[in-house]
């Protein structure tokens, strides 16, 4: 490729990610608008999940994400669904508190080969597709070592039903370089809220729970258009191997 026709190419691609700011974003398939007056970034999600009861147990869980900045045409030849764990409780009763916990979103084209639906009764099938974006929690705001915090509303025979809410931050997937913004309380990146209730019977997979309850959960930030320094390193790498090539040929 001649010099000119790589300068062309990095100014374009400079060009495409400044006007990018102004208009809806699109990453790995997932739409959403930046200067939404209500939202930014916003996803809703259904839930499955099993809870912890005693000091010391973990939890997890895991569902499809259903609608963005509550748009459920979001992606219309893509499926959102996530994964998350790691959760231990430090204290129970009606207030309850955790610590760790991270949470696994994964894209998967569904006019692909090999595509997998979303089966709320096989957990494996929430984990199917790329990596769109990996968050762990973050415990800053809520203090100590705290990443989640929430309340039992409604205990009773067949499990207690109620709410959390917690923070994370971004640390990898296609679209970390686009919520990554430390616009939450603590700076975290993302603020979640979920709630809770228990389900007629719990969800079995090979042997194992994997639900004993359902309900929503929502995450919520801001985000950005990533700094065009990127593609400026970029641009310069692909100068410079045109320099060589030139070079060479010379």
Not at 214 to 227: C, I, L
Request: hydrophobic share 40%.
């Amino acid at each position: 490729m001649k010099l000119k026709q790589l300068t062309a190419s990095l100014v374009a691609a400079s060009a495409l990610a400044f006007g990018a700011s102004a208009h809806a974003l699109t990453v790995g398939g997932v739409t959403w608008n930046p200067d939404d007056p209500f939202f930014d970034f916003s996803s809703q999600t259904n839930l499955y999940e099993t809870i912890a009861l005693n000091v010391g147990d973990t939890f997890s869980g895991y569902g499809q994400i259903t609608a963005v900045n509550a748009n459920g045409a979001f992606c219309a030849t893509c499926q959102l669904t996530y994964e998350f764990g790691g959760y231990t409780l430090t204290s129970a009763g009606f207030n309850f508190t955790a610590t760790g916990g991270w949470l696994n979103v994964y894209v998967q084209d569904t006019a692909a080969v090999g595509y997998t639906a979303f089966d709320a009764t096989n957990k494996s099938t929430a984990t199917d597709g790329t990596l769109w974006l990996s968050l762990v929690g973050n415990s800053s705001y809520l203090g100590g070592t705290t990443t989640l915090a929430g309340s039992v509303t409604i205990p009773n025979d067949n499990g207690a039903s109620g709410q959390g809410v917690g923070y994370f931050d971004v640390v990898g997937g296609l679209a970390a370089a686009y919520l990554d913004t430390n616009g939450q309380p603590g700076d975290a990146d993302l603020t979640y809220t979920s709630s809770f209730q228990p389900l007629n019977s719990p969800i079995v997979n090979d042997g194992v729970i994997v639900a004993t309850h359902y309900g929503t959960n929502e995450v919520k930030g801001d985000s950005q258009v990533p700094e065009p320094a990127t593609l400026a390193l970029l641009g310069l790498g692909l100068v410079g191997l045109g320099l060589s090539r030139r070079a060479k040929k010379a």
